[in-house]
């Protein structure tokens, strides 16, 4: 059983700077992999990054000009996505999702989901 909540989101203006989180539920966290995707309407659900059990990430090339990055805490079950240099094109509702050790880049891989944290960027 997994269940998430991400936070962080917020209003920031372009070029700034904004880290989101995600806090899993249980005390096998660190056997999963972390993945981020966001939403926002015309464009579905994208990858944005992951980050697997033992801390390797990788970023979507689609948005590593956006500087994001991902790191990974396991003594807080939490995972972070900091975004930096952001553009309103990054505007979209962000979730995080798990899956189990390895890191996989489409939405349908993953087994567990939050239910979002919205980050807008305006001009």
């Known amino acids: 059983q997994g269940q998430l909540l991400e936070s962080g989101g917020g209003l920031v203006q372009a070029g700034g700077s904004l880290r989101v989180s995600c806090t899993a539920s249980?005390?096998?966290?660190?056997?999963?992999?972390m993945g981020w995707f966001r939403q926002s309407p015309g464009k579905g659900r994208e990858f944005v990054g992951a980050?697997?059990?033992?801390?390797?990430?990788?970023i979507s090339a689609d948005v590593v000009e956006g500087l994001f990055t991902i790191s990974r805490d396991n003594a807080k079950n939490t995972v972070y996505l900091q975004m930096n240099s952001l553009k309103p094109e990054d505007t979209a509702v962000y979730l995080c999702?798990?899956?189990?050790?390895?890191?996989?880049?489409?939405?349908?891989?993953?087994?567990?989901w939050g239910q979002g944290t919205q980050v807008t960027v305006s001009n």
């Open positions: 980050i697997a059990w033992n801390g390797d990430s990788a």
């Open positions: 999702a798990a899956r189990l050790f390895t890191m996989q880049t489409r939405y349908q891989q993953y087994i567990y």
């Open positions: 249980g005390s096998t966290f660190s056997n999963y992999a």
